[in-house]
């Protein structure tokens, strides 16, 4: 995800809930950028512009009401504050392990695929060319193209999707994480990155994830996880982490980069425990952030 938006006072919540404001400067978007994306200020601010545009206009498009007409352009006329924030990847990534059952159960089929927007939607395409229905295709990340919207990359498409669900929802008496109330989340998860010091790190790095792969063969309760597009991914048994983590090299950065996640207290350190006996034998890994 490159940019998530919240608006401290939303359009339609100012008006059919009878949020009162008392001036437009108390109308303020934040945006949540992704750092784990080391996008540069150019880039970001180009990102929150084009965002911030496009959501402003769909929401008038898709909820018109002569009072949503005065409060945007109550916020045109305003400062249109703006507020700027960033949070880890890893917030999103904690949803993904226990995402696979709760989507079964709503009827749908998970189908993971190697990282990078283009390739998840060129699946999406490929999936719906041999018939097999694709609805959605979403990276990690956040990057989401959605069939009916020709698998664009339109995060502002998106938006207006989830905010026009959001009011029909409120007709309702619900809100918009009532959709996902059953979806456990894992108690706890963490993410790592190692510097590789070696000038040929690509090499480096995958002689290291081929390494992994015989390592975890002489770990109880360890199986590597089937079709798996990138790095390496082991599931854990309840004695051995309870859980799962993924070993993959950066795409763009000298970097191994792990993500743990576990059902139980304690798991983690079971598994980091594991991988440090592992990880320790490779002089040109800085593993400095290992504790």
């Not at 978007?29 to 180009?46: C, E, R």
């Not at 026009?164 to 456990?184: R, T």
């Not at 790592?192 to 010091?197: C, D, E, K, S, V």
Request: aromatic share 10%.
């Amino acid at each position: 995800m490159r940019i998530c938006v919240k608006t401290k006072y939303h359009f339609y919540d100012v008006f059919k809930k009878g949020v009162k404001m008392k001036n437009p400067d108390e109308l303020i978007q934040y945006y949540i950028v992704n750092k784990d994306l080391n996008m540069s200020p150019g880039k970001i601010a180009t990102q929150v512009a084009h965002v911030a545009t496009t959501i402003a206009n769909n929401t008038l498009r898709f909820l018109p009401d002569v009072e949503y007409d005065k409060y945007l352009k109550w916020y045109y006329d305003g400062d249109q504050k703006k507020i700027i924030l960033k949070a880890k990847q890893q917030k999103l990534l904690e949803l993904i392990s226990q995402g696979f059952e709760f989507i079964k159960d709503l009827g749908g089929k998970h189908h993971r695929f190697k990282r990078g927007y283009r390739n998840v939607i060129n699946e999406g395409i490929r999936l719906n060319g041999q018939g097999e229905k694709c609805y959605l295709a979403i990276e990690t990340s956040g990057h989401a193209a959605l069939k009916e919207n020709y698998f664009l990359d339109d995060g502002a498409y998106l938006i207006s999707k989830i905010l026009v669900k959001m009011a029909k929802l409120h007709k309702q008496g619900k809100s918009i994480e009532d959709l996902i109330k059953n979806l456990k989340i894992s108690p706890e998860s963490l993410e790592l990155r190692f510097n590789i010091l070696n000038r040929n790190f690509k090499d480096y790095g995958y002689k290291i994830l081929d390494d992994l792969k015989k390592y975890i063969e002489k770990i109880n309760g360890w199986n590597e996880a089937p079709n798996n597009y990138e790095g390496v991914r082991v599931n854990c048994n309840k004695l051995n982490g309870d859980g799962w983590f993924l070993l993959r090299i950066s795409l763009h950065e000298p970097v191994l980069c792990l993500n743990i996640e576990s059902d139980s207290k304690d798991g983690i350190k079971v598994i980091m425990d594991n991988l440090k006996n592992f990880l320790i034998n490779y002089n040109e890994l800085n593993i400095s952030s290992f504790k």
